[in-house]
């Protein structure tokens, strides 16, 4: 059983930075793809940004340039950084792993203007 707990976000300004986490339990394989969804009130969760074997990456074209995603297989986990985040930025954060997937209870990250 695979379980992923997210840290990391909270109330911060317009422009400013977060580093999110996301630490697995379990057993994980390197092979697998992680990465990060959000989600706002009424709307369909949607994908952030991802990280696959060997360390390709897929990002959401809002987030591009200004978020990176990183992964730490040693320490089962990967992050998040967010910077000059915007008050559109404003979601619960999800963790998810593998092709099942297995997701975190979620994170909120809220950007004021």
């Known amino acids: 059983q695979v379980q992923l707990v997210e840290s990391g976000g909270g109330l911060v300004q317009a422009g400013d930075s977060l580093r999110l986490s996301c630490a697995a339990s379990g057993t994980i394989f390197s092979i697998n793809p992680m990465g990060w969804y959000r989600q706002t009130p009424g709307k369909q969760r949607e994908l952030v940004a991802a990280i696959f074997s060997g360390g390709s990456t897929n990002y959401a074209d809002s987030v591009k340039g200004r978020f990176t995603i990183s992964r730490d297989n040693a320490k089962k986990t990967v992050y998040l950084q967010m910077n000059s985040l915007k008050p559109e930025d404003t979601a619960v954060y999800y963790c998810?792993?593998?092709?099942?997937?297995?997701w975190g209870q979620g994170t909120q990250v809220t950007v004021s203007s």
């Open positions: 998810y792993y593998g092709l099942r997937p297995y």
